[in-house]
């Protein structure tokens, strides 16, 4: 886990994997990748190389590259299992129907002795994400972006709020958005949504209690918990506006770095941050029509809160869509 300050109270994105999960402490990295090679025999997927320790490896089949993630079932969220069928069958149908969005699904499996769960999917760029983006391309956080780094940030935006948009009009959420949830190429060519474990199917306009996802892209209602009944559609909305808010400024706009992650005190200065409406990054952001966008999609009331289609919808984000237009054909 990340520690250490970073300009006073708040949050880089250099010094934080923003994870929300909760995994059994007494886990080591060697414990995953032996669980990997005791599945070898039967399927077959050797290892490579580790892509993020300690749970995503590369491995190969047949002469062909993929990445596996390799969960522990027996802490999740509140304990929770990890595993549910139906959301790995929505993974190959999203895959398949919007390749261009999705990080595609290939298969998944339980050990046998249930302790241990692995998915397969599509390799890309052994995991480069849209953090290790901004990490790359940015030298400090709140510096001034080019007119070509400006453009593929709102590119990176866009790409997400487009394959957030696909799932909410088929009744899913996502539930875990985050710049470490999107792979990508170097060159833009492929930018693609993934990890989908904690998605989850919605009735329309049923009102839900439980929180799951990463603490930083919280959304208030995620902090109340059974306080705040909530669709799960909103917290998706609140995770991109945080997302927007990093590519934008590069660091996070709630939190504070002065505490070791996943800590009570790590998580109550987000939680007071984000109650608050306290946004670190707002001040850095000059753009009026930006400012407008995210004070619709950080509304602190889930009710009041733009959906994705306003969000697609919004001036600047089509002004920037006819920009770009010809920027990636």
Not at 122 to 132: H, S, V
């Amino acid at each position: 886990m990340a520690s250490g300050e970073d300009g006073g109270s708040e949050s880089s994105v250099y010094s934080t994997n923003s994870s929300g999960l909760i995994e059994n402490k007494h886990l080591t990295p060697e414990d995953y990748r032996q669980a990997l090679y005791d599945s070898q025999k039967k399927h077959q997927y050797k290892y490579v190389k580790t892509i993020h320790c300690p749970l995503v490896f590369k491995v190969c089949k047949k002469k062909k590259y993929y990445a596996i993630k390799v969960r522990n079932m027996t802490y999740g969220y509140f304990g929770q299992p990890l595993y549910t069928a139906s959301i790995h069958k929505m993974l190959f149908v999203l895959g398949e129907a919007s390749k261009e969005f999705f990080v595609k699904y290939v298969e998944d499996w339980i050990s046998k002795d249930r302790k241990w769960h692995f998915c397969v999917m599509e390799n890309i760029e052994d995991g480069y994400t849209a953090l290790d983006y901004v990490k790359d391309k940015f030298n400090c956080a709140g510096m001034s972006l080019s007119p070509r780094q400006y453009i593929d940030v709102f590119v990176i935006f866009h790409h997400m709020c487009t394959a957030v948009a696909f799932m909410h009009n088929f009744n899913v959420a996502h539930k875990d958005i985050k710049l470490e949830n999107v792979l990508m190429k170097k060159d833009m060519s492929m930018i693609k949504l993934c990890d989908f474990e904690y998605s989850a199917f919605c009735r329309n306009g049923e009102l839900y209690i439980e929180s799951q996802g990463s603490p930083l892209y919280g959304s208030p209602e995620m902090f109340l918990n059974a306080k705040a009944p909530h669709t799960k559609f909103t917290c998706d909305i609140w995770a991109l506006g945080v997302c927007l808010c990093v590519l934008l400024v590069q660091k996070m706009p709630f939190g504070s770095q002065k505490f070791e992650e996943g800590t009570y005190e790590f998580l109550n200065t987000i939680k007071d941050d984000v109650m608050s409406g306290n946004n670190k990054c707002i001040l850095h952001i000059s753009n009026q029509h930006i400012r407008s966008l995210l004070k619709k999609m950080l509304n602190l009331d889930w009710r009041n809160r733009c959906t994705i289609n306003d969000v697609l919808n919004d001036k600047w984000v089509v002004y920037m869509k006819n920009l770009c237009l010809n920027q990636y054909s």
